[in-house]
């Protein structure tokens, strides 16, 4: 059941983002079409499914997954830029400005995080409020108090003189990772015009539980099958959970961690058994 939703979800995005680029020509159109191609699609995963749970169009709840996936895709590009992690592939194909150049890739980027606000400012997308609520707190998730300062404090950490604490790590992934995946979560609920706070919960056991599951295949994942280059962190000398904590209990504690977000969703009972699915999906991935 979860995996067919979830490839439900994957096809609905996808026609949704192209649907939203339509139109759109020249170079950074091109790579915008290429970098959002491919790739799990949790995040649409999450809207979609919590749409779900308080009765949302599907039409709308697409609109919405499709400008969670542009913001996604957008960090993604700059995040592989040189000047940040300096990554040459990504979802096994060659990186924007690999394919292109830094130029480009700075200006897809650019391009895919306004398009995610042109798509939730639509009418299609909503009410007046129900698309301010949507478009304030996507700012707020991707912004300086969120992903952005996740990112900063990655970067800042490669310079560290002392390895990060365990409390530390936490926060900085709250921001690079959760925030986006918090938004995600709670996007079905603020369309519904519902209390978000029981998937808030949600989002962030399940994003502390995705990243730890990130450090762990950066040490044991197969590169062909993530799609990407591994064992990054540690060739940086980065702390991350797994050196923090060691793997075993790194295990331990995303597999709680799991427990905890599924424990969550009991407000929404049987209805959110492939949100649980996906929570269990997470630290069983191998790309």
Request: with cysteine; proline share 3%; glycine share 8%.
């Amino acid at each position: 059941m979860f995996s067919q939703a979830l490839k439900d979800a994957q096809t609905r995005v996808q026609t949704a983002l192209d649907d939203a680029m339509a139109g759109l020509d020249g170079t950074v159109a091109e790579a915008m079409r290429y970098t959002c191609q491919g790739g799990k699609r949790l995040r649409a995963f999450l809207v979609i499914e919590g749409a779900r749970l308080h009765n949302v169009p599907a039409a709308q709840a697409d609109r919405a997954a499709a400008a969670i996936e542009a913001v996604h895709a957008y960090s993604l590009v700059h995040d592989d830029l040189p000047c940040m992690d300096d990554d040459g592939l990504r979802r096994g194909n060659p990186t924007v400005h690999v394919k292109w150049d830094e130029a480009v890739a700075v200006l897809t980027g650019d391009a895919l995080q306004t398009l995610a606000f042109e798509v939730l400012a639509d009418a299609r997308t909503g009410d007046a409020d129900v698309r301010v609520a949507l478009i304030t707190s996507m700012a707020q998730a991707a912004g300086a108090a969120g992903m952005v300062l996740g990112q900063a404090l990655d970067i800042e950490a490669e310079s560290a003189v002392t390895p990060l604490t365990l409390e530390q790590i936490t926060r900085l992934q709250a921001g690079k990772t959760g925030a986006l995946i918090e938004w995600s979560a709670c996007a079905g609920a603020l369309m519904g015009r519902a209390d978000p706070s029981p998937l808030r919960r949600y989002a962030q056991a399940l994003g502390l539980a995705f990243q730890i599951a990130d450090d762990i295949m950066d040490i044991e994942g197969d590169a062909a099958k993530a799609g990407k280059r591994l064992q990054k962190d540690a060739d940086a000398g980065k702390a991350t959970f797994v050196s923090l904590l060691g793997m075993e209990p790194a295990r331990a504690r995303a597999r709680a961690l799991v427990e905890e977000a599924r424990d969550a969703l009991s407000p929404y009972g049987d209805d959110a058994e492939n949100l649980k699915a996906a929570a269990s999906f997470v630290i069983s991935r191998d790309a």
